[in-house]
């Protein structure tokens, strides 16, 4: 699964006050918008598109210097704005998509990751709080009834769809809309509703700062990032065959590699790299090769044990670095392959997957062709 991110900044934010829009002032040392990038990017998505005011030169200027953030000029509507960025975002064709407003800065990795975990089984999923206040309906400063508030909820972002769904639902909607969610109730498919965050507050008024330096303050206080880096080494010499498997791909040889398991060389040096930074042993301690049911086996399993071990254990897989140490088969050509596969196991976006190849000059084993090894390194980060 890839997460892209769509952050709304086109606005004007009058009601804010202070004559610039709101998602431009500082806070706490950054602009508004910039704590609700740094929240993605700190839960691994690094795929960001942000729409802006095209009249208004602050934020072009602002992202001038950075390329990691896609820019796309905005509409005279909320939806125009983001129906312009899910099809600019359409060109990095993810498979799910968090919309979110750039005035909400005190954004948590931990809300992202429950919106990204609700989408595994629904195509849209929003974060809300209950409402708990009693409702009055008021004119001309007068209390005028009351209004029950069972079933209500405060919708927060960012909103979470799978990517062609949202984009089709916006594309074949011609009214306004305060929302996504609204836009995807409107073509027809459910929403799940997921534990918003009462400290992701939106900045409307002009004391919404205070509140939200308070909040991220408070945020900074308790913020002990856990980062762990582990790192794997795995070797299997060739035998007969007519194929090899690295990091899931299956390449044309005239040899093969032997193994208790598939001998995918790289995924099993990756996957010992997860458990080396959890502390959790390797992959002979979870999957013995005396356990007959084992053999043969696709490595991806063991993969994901670690990749699901590192999410139990509260971590979230920041990135992953693999070298294929061989004279053939050559690995340029699958070397994208391998990253998608590897990318899709892992859950990951393919930008945090890396995988290279090199040779050892003809020296040792791997120089005399007897065999492949592989190198891994994978970081892993808690927020606590």
């Known amino acids: 699964m890839t997460i892209a991110a769509l952050i709304v900044a086109a606005g004007t934010g009058a009601r804010a006050g202070g004559g610039l829009a709101k998602q431009w002032r500082p806070l706490c040392g950054q602009l508004v918008i910039d704590w609700s990038i740094a929240a993605f990017r700190n839960a691994g998505v690094s795929t960001i598109y942000v729409v802006l005011n095209p009249d208004d030169p602050t934020g072009w200027q602002h992202f001038a210097n950075d390329a990691a953030v896609h820019l796309v000029a905005g509409a ?9 960025g899910l099809q600019a975002l359409s060109a990095h064709a993810p498979s799910k998509v968090l919309i979110h407003d750039g005035a909400r800065p005190c954004l948590s990795p931990k809300l992202i990751a429950d919106i990204t975990a609700a989408l595994e089984h629904s195509v849209a999923a929003a974060p809300a709080v209950p409402v708990t206040d009693a409702l009055w309906r008021g004119s001309n400063g007068q209390v005028t009834g009351t209004q029950d508030r069972s079933n209500l909820f405060a919708a927060q972002t960012p909103q979470g ?4 769904t949202i984009l089709a639902a916006h594309d074949t909607h011609s009214d306004t809309a305060a929302d996504d969610v609204e836009v995807a109730r409107a073509a027809g498919h459910n929403v799940h509703i997921v534990a918003g965050d009462t400290d992701n507050i939106k900045i ?11 909040i ?9 990032m856990d980062i762990r ?49 959890l502390a959790r042993g390797d992959i002979g301690q979870h999957f013995p090769p005396s356990d007959p049911q084992w053999k043969g086996a696709a490595s991806d399993i063991f993969l994901r ?10 971590f979230q897989i920041s990135n992953v670095d693999c070298t294929l140490v061989c004279e053939y088969p050559k690995v340029g050509p699958h070397a994208l392959q391998m990253r998608q596969v590897m990318a899709e196991i892992l859950g990951m976006d393919i930008d945090r997957v890396s995988i290279k ?17 592989a190198i891994a390194t994978a970081t892993l980060i808690k927020h606590s």
């Open 305 to 314: 044990h670690a990749a699901e071990l590192a999410r139990e254990m509260g």
């Open 229 to 277: 880096l582990g790192n794997g080494y795995d070797v299997h010499r060739f035998g007969d065959g007519d194929h090899v498997v690295l990091c899931g791909v299956k390449i044309p040889h005239d040899r093969g590699l032997q193994g208790h398991s598939d001998a995918d060389v790289g995924m099993h040096a990756v996957t010992d790299a997860l458990y080396g930074a």
């Open 216 to 224: 991220l303050g408070s945020q900074q206080e308790k913020s002990a």
């Open 76 to 84: 005279k509507t909320r939806s125009g704005s983001v129906r312009n």
């Open 357 to 373: 190849a090199t040779t050892s000059e003809r020296l040792g084993f791997t120089g005399r062709k007897e065999g492949i090894a």
């Open 204 to 214: 409307t008024q002009p004391e919404d700062f205070a509140r939200a330096e308070r």
């Open 161 to 164: 769809f799978a990517f062609e």
